[in-house]
């Protein structure tokens, strides 16, 4: 098997159905497989999945265990050579599959790369970051990140004196979409299911890092990206009573605990 496409639904039937449209659209040309886990959603993606996408395989969770527990169940059940990670809010472009592969194969010590992820009209989304510092949620979520340093400094995080017109190593790829070898998962382990939602990708690619293995970025596989930053919706004293704004805090607080005084591997 070459590649284990790895999908996990919480209550998002709908965006899983069209999802998996655009994956049978590519009719790729080599052996692969479909996993659909459900995070204890209970919105009836499972009849959905038998009814319209019987080569899917579908794994049902009890218990809704956040993003990295629902990947991590897909990870287990896959057989394939390369693993696919890919959020149900995506459609994957024509090539960009192959092209992820084929970066993988051709390059030994890369164990993780990420698409170019595009908005629905065709521009750029930034998808690729350096590995955050303790003070970046301070300059990203409040008005610090309006003065001088902290526009330099979130500047810096989302690389955005770069074009995104070339391959490169990364810190970390957003988890919306990233392809890795499953003998570099091996080595590394799985997502780390202490972070219910935000930061497991971060974390992840750190530990690829941290391991030896490199995270790339790939321009030319595109994967439109129906992204909807549900923390950073309105002003920061607002999202602060915002449950997902708390979600995204304990994860900063989980992940800058877990690294506390450790060096950065890149």
């Known amino acids: 098997m070459t590649l284990s496409i790895i999908i996990v639904n919480y209550k998002t039937k709908g965006l899983v159905k069209q999802c998996l449209?655009?994956?049978?659209?590519?009719?790729?040309?080599?052996?692969?497989?479909?996993?659909?886990?459900?995070?204890?959603?209970?919105?009836?993606?499972?009849?959905?999945?038998?009814?319209?996408?019987?080569?899917?395989?579908?794994?049902?969770?009890?218990?809704?265990?956040?993003?990295?527990?629902?990947?991590?169940?897909?990870?287990?059940?896959?057989?394939?050579?390369?693993?696919?990670?890919?959020?149900?809010?995506?459609?994957?472009?024509?090539?960009?599959?192959?092209?992820?592969?084929?970066?993988?194969?051709?390059?030994?010590k890369v164990g993780l790369v990420g698409p170019r992820l595009i908005n629905p009209d065709g521009t750029t989304q930034m998808s690729a970051y350096q590995l955050p510092k303790f003070f970046t949620p301070l300059f990203r979520r409040t008005f610090f990140g309006r003065t001088g340093w902290g526009k330099k400094i979130i500047r810096e995080y989302l690389m955005e004196d770069w074009d995104h017109e070339t391959n490169r190593p990364v810190g970390w790829v957003m988890g919306s979409a990233m392809m890795l070898k499953k003998e570099a998962i091996e080595k590394v382990g799985i997502f780390d299911e202490r972070f219910f939602m935000y930061l497991e990708d971060t974390d992840w690619c750190r530990r690829f890092w941290e391991k030896g293995w490199a995270v790339y970025y790939i321009h030319d596989a595109e994967v439109v990206h129906y992204h909807e930053r549900l923390t950073a919706q309105s002003g920061w004293i607002r999202a602060l009573f915002k449950g997902m704004t708390w979600i995204h805090i304990a994860s900063w607080l989980k992940y800058f605990a877990k690294y506390w005084g450790a060096r950065s591997p890149r």
Do not use: H, W
Request: with cysteine; hydrophobic share 40%; aromatic share 6%.
């Open 21 to 108: 449209k655009s994956i049978r659209l590519l009719k790729l040309n080599f052996s692969y497989e479909i996993i659909v886990v459900d995070n204890a959603s209970g919105d009836g993606c499972d009849e959905m999945i038998e009814n319209n996408f019987p080569e899917a395989r579908f794994i049902q969770s009890s218990v809704n265990g956040g993003m990295g527990a629902g990947n991590n169940l897909g990870i287990k059940a896959a057989q394939g050579k390369y693993i696919l990670v890919l959020n149900p809010d995506t459609t994957v472009l024509e090539g960009a599959i192959e092209k992820m592969l084929q970066f993988l194969a051709e390059n030994e």
